[in-house]
């Protein structure tokens, strides 16, 4: 019996330093593992900081461009109704002045005949 409990104690002893040895050895793995991560992440870090930045200057100059925009949307807006509306009162005194030829009497008018060798064009009535 004593032989047993000093071969148990020695496997225990054993598996005592063969624990010790691992945790050492994950420790050192994990100590390079994190250098390694650092070295990479830190660049991935940098990059992405660049990035955040550049996103953020590029949202800070798209809204006064956004607002520009809404302004000439809006001025083409105001432009094409004026044009529209220039152009009904365009189509309204078109209109008018045939009403205002048609009621002119024949015997009233006066027709252009080409020109002569002067230069000037001649009126017939």
């Given at each position: 019996?004593?032989?047993?409990?000093?071969?148990?104690?020695?496997?225990?002893?054993?598996?005592m330093?063969?624990?010790?040895?691992?945790?050492?050895?994950?420790k050192?793995?994990?100590?390079?593992?994190?250098?390694?991560?650092?070295?990479?992440?830190?660049?991935l870090?940098?990059?992405?900081?660049?990035?955040?930045?550049?996103?953020?200057?590029?949202?800070?100059?798209?809204?006064?461009?956004?607002?520009?925009?809404?302004?000439?949307?809006?001025?083409?807006?105001?432009?094409?109704?004026?044009?529209?509306?220039?152009?009904?009162?365009?189509?309204?005194?078109?209109?008018?002045i045939?009403?205002?030829?048609?009621?002119?009497?024949?015997?009233?008018?006066?027709t252009?005949?080409?020109?002569?060798?002067?230069?000037?064009?001649?009126v017939?009535?």
């Amino acid at each position: 019996m004593a032989i047993s409990t000093i071969v148990a104690s020695l496997a225990f002893f054993i598996a005592m330093i063969a624990l010790w040895m691992t945790s050492d050895v994950i420790k050192r793995v994990e100590s390079q593992n994190e250098k390694f991560l650092h070295a990479h992440l830190k660049g991935l870090r940098t990059d992405m900081k660049k990035i955040t930045m550049s996103v953020g200057d590029l949202k800070s100059e798209m809204i006064p461009l956004h607002k520009s925009s809404q302004t000439t949307d809006q001025r083409f807006s105001d432009h094409t109704k004026a044009i529209d509306h220039v152009n009904a009162q365009l189509a309204r005194l078109i209109a008018d002045i045939d009403t205002l030829d048609r009621s002119i009497p024949k015997r009233y008018r006066t027709t252009v005949t080409k020109q002569h060798d002067n230069g000037q064009e001649s009126v017939s009535q």
